[in-house]
């Protein structure tokens, strides 16, 4: 990390469906972005890298320079 520079950490609600499968998991803020696993820890560790993926690949196709999300409590 560079002096004077922030780390921020963005929270995004997955919602989590348990099959005989194993466990699907999807992001409803990010359409198109879903995971699984086979243990609930396992699909959770997978949809933080495909939101991870998912950010990267929006930030690219749209030409961001930075994108952010903040929650603003009133």
Known sequence: ????????????????YQSDEGWAVSCPDLPG???????????????????KLWLEVEAEETGLQRMEQVEVTL
């Open 33 to 51: 972005c879903h995971s699984q696993g086979v243990t609930r820890e396992e699909a959770l560790a997978n949809i933080r890298e495909a939101i």
């Open 1 to 16: 990390m560079v002096e004077g520079e922030f780390i921020f950490y963005m929270h995004y609600r997955v919602t989590l």
